[in-house]
């Protein structure tokens, strides 16, 4: 298996880089979350996956290791494949998607395209266990806040702003003041959007 690739990057698109190590240019399937890791350097390295089928050889390649592992996690769950597993990796930030697994919110990871409730419950049967055991999780204990959190992101929404754009203003928020209900985390965000 190939490991890692660095080299100079040729080609960049959202979903997809070439790069090119000592004249071998090579494509590698991404996600939108290691899209926004990719320093703007010339030189990159990208931690990566190859998938082997009858049909073709397919090479994924990740920012974080840890954007990785929790890729194979996915690919191991049954009606998981590596097209859908990248659009979990890029519909939500790797530490969501553990979370959503972790304290069991199939409404977060259904709200993702093409998982339906079914396939959502298996992720969470199939990958609770591993997630805990893997995952230092000593936030989720603190379920209130990510519940406030979640309910603030679903109201913003809603209303019409962009989810990324509503997270990092309400992760903020949260940052600054962790006891903030609902209410108050929607109203400061509206002012900060």
């Known amino acids: 298996m190939i490991a890692h690739i660095q080299g100079k990057l040729i080609e960049k698109s959202p979903t997809e880089v070439v790069i090119d190590c000592n004249g071998v240019g090579y494509h590698i399937n991404i996600s939108l979350h290691t899209f926004s890791l990719l320093p703007n350097t010339d030189y990159v390295k990208l931690f990566t996956f190859?998938?082997?089928?009858?049909?073709?050889h397919s090479l994924f390649g990740f920012a974080e290791k840890s954007e990785r592992e929790l890729f194979k996690l996915l690919l191991s769950v049954s009606g998981i494949g590596a097209s859908i597993a990248r659009t979990m990796l890029?519909?939500?930030?790797?530490?969501?998607?553990?979370?959503?697994?972790?304290?069991?919110?199939?409404v977060t990871?259904?709200?993702?395209?093409?998982?339906?409730?079914?396939?959502?419950?298996?992720?969470?049967?199939?990958?609770?266990?591993?997630?805990?055991?893997?995952?230092?999780?000593?936030?989720?204990?603190?379920?209130?806040?990510?519940?406030?959190?979640?309910?603030?992101?679903?109201?913003?929404?809603?209303?019409?702003?962009?989810?990324?754009?509503?997270?990092?203003v309400v992760d903020k928020i949260i940052k600054e003041n962790p006891d903030a209900g609902v209410e108050t985390i929607i109203k400061q965000a509206l002012k900060n959007l």
């Open 50 to 56: 190859l998938q082997i089928k009858e049909d073709a």
């Open 90 to 106: 890029s519909s939500l930030d790797p530490k969501q998607i553990i979370h959503a697994i972790a304290s069991a919110d199939v």
């Open 109 to 168: 990871i259904q709200s993702i395209k093409g998982i339906g409730s079914k396939t959502a419950q298996r992720v969470i049967l199939d990958l609770k266990e591993k997630v805990l055991k893997i995952y230092d999780l000593s936030e989720i204990s603190s379920s209130q806040h990510n519940i406030s959190r979640e309910e603030s992101l679903s109201a913003l929404e809603v209303l019409g702003y962009v989810r990324k754009n509503a997270e990092k």
